[in-house]
Structures are given as structure tokens and as C-alpha cells.
């Protein structure tokens, strides 16, 4: 039962990361959901760091306690991060005006993508020295846990729905039982025995009946919530860009007119998901700059040429040089890693039956 737990609460983190992008609009806190990272919820692997070895990693926090919380990265690895009394933690504040400032632990939660510097200890756990996240990304932690919560709740529902149900078809069957031993102890009424026992059978087969179908029921409901973060690729293209340009080219706006067109109107459940890269050539930061400028010129295009609502846009993001298509020690390679890749994914869940028709068309 636990591990049923688990699994739900994943599977509730995962929409909720999906979606919450598009109704915190108003209030410009968005949400970066990569495919890579919808996969990664499918297998975490947890690293086993050695004791003394320092480490930096970067992630989204996907579980915690009172001393300590779990970052899974881009990779899909999970790490436990274990914080102390000299652990500093800092938010950071974008603005001339706004300064970086300490905050407590308690700042730190499930959805909230930081970084952290530190060494492993015996446990094969990362001792946090720094721990550092942007103002922005914790607005969107704290909205996330308001989205999270009603989730799980429907999940513990349906299950005590099921445990409930079987708990009445148990002491259906006692009382059963129970009405056939005192019918035993009835001298000289063969034919009044019968009839009860008959009558007894019948009510509990009736009771059997409806509770297997408030059971398939309830299996029914949780296999909805588990479809809810199991997407399938509607469709994919890659478009590219000049050396140090993030403008679209000519070519580029026919590649994604076409592929704006081929989406069906009526497809529910979809988001279109936007990666952006760069060649390994110049200083990582400025290709994590130019990649995400790639992205958002992409959303860009779609939202204004094509009037794709907002909602729908997970929030572009930039890998810079990380992830390549192809070796960077050619020319041809670097064209390759100069891209923009444009996903539509549609949630199995959210609906099931139109995605099959579609795919049959």
C-alpha cells in the first residue's frame, strides 16, 4: 500500500508540474517541464555518493522530511540531500534593487528546483555546504503544493473507497455463516431453512455483485489518475538557427506553419513543450542564454502567428550547449546543435478516447 501511495503522489506532482505553468499566467510564475523530465519520473535512479567526495548538483526536490530531501536532476538520478545547523541557504533575487538573503530550511519544498554544493557522508548521502534557488522558481514550488494536495486526496479517497468495500464483503460472509449455523439448530423446520438459506444466498450474491462493481469502480478511478502523467508524443520537429542568432529563419516559420496546422483543434489534453540548444562554442552561460532565447522565439511564433493559447505552452527551456544532436568538432556538427526542439504531447488520462480516434484518422 505504500508503494501504491508513492506511486500516486508522483503521478499527482507530475500533472500538476504540467499544468500549473498555464493558470499561474496572471501572476507570471511559470513552470519548465521537459519530456526528459516527464520521463524521468518513470525510473529514478538514486546515486550513492562516497563518503568525503564533494559534489554540485542541480534539480527539482521531489520529496522531504525534518533533516533532510530528495533532488531528482535533468538525468532522472536522485540524491538525499541531508541539511545541517552550517548549511547556508540563500534565495536568489533578480533586480538592481533586490539582494540575495539567507533563509531558513523551512523555505525548501516538494517541486522547487535549486542547487546545492556539499560532500557525501557514510550513508551515501550529499551533506549540504550551500544551497542557493531563485526567488521565481519558489513562487512556483508554493503554488504547486496547492495543486498537489487535492490530488492525493482524491487518491486516498478512492482507496478507502475499495479497503471499505471489501471490509463490508467480509462481514457480509460472517453474517452468512452465521444465519446457516443457527439455521442448522432448528429442529422439524426443514422447509422454513431452506428458504432463509436460499433467501441469505441470494442478498449475498446481490451484496457481492455491487460490491465488485463499486471495486471496478475504484480501479477504474485510479487507473484514470494514474493516465494523467503518461503522455504520448503527438508530434516532433527540430528547427535551426544561425551562429549566435535565436532568430527564426524563413524556412524555420514554414516548418512550424506546417506543423501548426496538422494540430487537430478539438485534440484535449495536449501542451506543446519547446527545448531550446546551442553549439559548445563561446562560454556556457551565454549558450544557456542564446538556447533559451531559441525557445522562446519558437513560443514566440506559435502564440502570435498561430494564436496557440497560453495555457497549452509549457515553459520553454534552455539546455545551452548540453544534450547535442551531434559532435561539436565539425561544422556540420555545430549546425546540428544550433536547434530548437517543438514536442506536442497528449495526456492519456485527460483523453483517452480522442487520442485513439486521432491516431486512426
Known amino acids: 500500500m505504500e508503494s501504491r501511495n508513492r506511486k500516486v503522489l508522483l503521478i499527482a506532482f507530475a500533472i500538476t508540474l504540467a499544468v500549473s505553468g498555464s493558470a499561474l499566467g496572471q501572476d507570471s510564475v511559470a513552470i519548465s517541464v521537459a519530456p526528459s523530465a516527464?520521463?524521468?519520473?518513470?525510473?529514478?535512479?538514486?546515486?550513492?555518493?562516497?563518503?568525503?567526495?564533494?559534489l554540485k548538483i542541480e534539480g527539482l526536490v521531489i520529496s522531504q522530511n525534518d533533516a533532510s530531501f530528495t533532488v531528482r536532476d535533468g538525468r532522472g538520478t536522485e540524491t538525499v540531500v541531508v541539511v545541517t545547523a552550517n548549511t547556508q541557504i540563500k534565495k536568489e533575487r533578480k533586480g538592481w534593487f533586490n539582494r540575495d538573503r539567507s533563509v531558513a530550511a523551512t523555505?525548501?519544498?516538494?517541486?522547487?528546483?535549486?542547487?546545492?554544493?556539499?560532500?557525501?557522508?557514510?550513508?551515501?548521502?550529499?551533506?549540504?555546504?550551500?544551497?542557493?534557488f531563485d526567488e521565481q522558481d519558489l513562487k512556483t514550488a508554493e503554488a504547486l503544493e496547492s495543486r498537489v494536495d487535492p490530488v492525493e486526496s482524491l487518491a486516498k479517497s478512492t482507496q478507502e473507497l475499495a479497503e471499505n468495500n471489501q471490509t463490508r464483503i467480509s462481514e457480509g460472509e460472517r453474517r452468512l455463516d452465521q444465519a446457516e449455523q443457527n439455521a442448522r439448530q432448528l429442529s422439524g423446520q426443514i422447509e422454513e431453512l431452506s428458504s432463509v438459506?436460499?433467501?441469505?444466498?441470494?442478498?449475498?450474491?446481490?451484496?457481492?455483485?455491487?460490491?465488485?462493481?463499486?471495486e471496478t469502480d475504484a480501479t477504474t478511478a485510479n487507473d484514470r489518475i494514474g493516465?494523467?502523467?503518461?503522455?504520448?508524443?503527438?508530434?516532433?520537429?527540430t528547427v535551426h538557427f544561425k551562429p549566435g542568432s535565436a532568430r527564426l529563419s524563413a524556412e524555420a516559420k514554414q516548418e512550424?506553419?506546417?506543423?501548426?496546422?496538422?494540430?487537430?483543434?478539438?485534440?484535449?489534453?495536449w501542451v506543446v513543450a519547446v527545448e531550446g540548444f546551442a553549439d559548445s562554442t563561446g562560454r556556457t552561460a551565454a549558450n544557456r542564454s542564446l538556447s533559451q532565447r531559441r525557445a522562446n522565439a519558437v513560443i514566440d511564433y506559435l502564440v502570435t502567428k498561430h494564436g496557440l493559447p497560453p495555457r497549452r505552452v509549457v515553459q520553454p527551456f534552455g539546455y545551452g550547449s548540453l544534450n547535442p544532436a551531434a559532435a561539436n568538432n565539425t561544422r556540420e556538427g555545430r549546425a546540428l546543435n544550433r536547434r530548437a526542439e517543438?514536442?506536442?504531447?497528449v495526456s492519456k488520462g485527460i483523453s483517452p478516447t480522442q487520442r485513439t480516434a486521432s491516431k486512426e484518422q
Open 38 to 54: 516527464l520521463r524521468a519520473l518513470e525510473i529514478g535512479n538514486t546515486a550513492a555518493i562516497a563518503e568525503g567526495q564533494k
Open 197 to 214: 438459506a436460499n433467501t441469505a444466498l441470494s442478498a449475498a450474491k446481490t451484496a457481492q455483485t455491487s460490491a465488485d462493481q463499486a
Open 256 to 269: 512550424i506553419d506546417a506543423m501548426a496546422q496538422s494540430m487537430r483543434e478539438d485534440l484535449k489534453g
Open 107 to 132: 523555505e525548501i519544498r516538494r517541486g522547487l528546483r535549486l542547487k546545492v554544493e556539499g560532500r557525501g557522508n557514510g550513508d551515501g548521502q550529499l551533506v549540504a555546504k550551500n544551497i542557493t
Open 227 to 237: 493516465a494523467l502523467d503518461d503522455y504520448d508524443i503527438y508530434s516532433s520537429m
Open 342 to 345: 517543438i514536442t506536442v504531447l
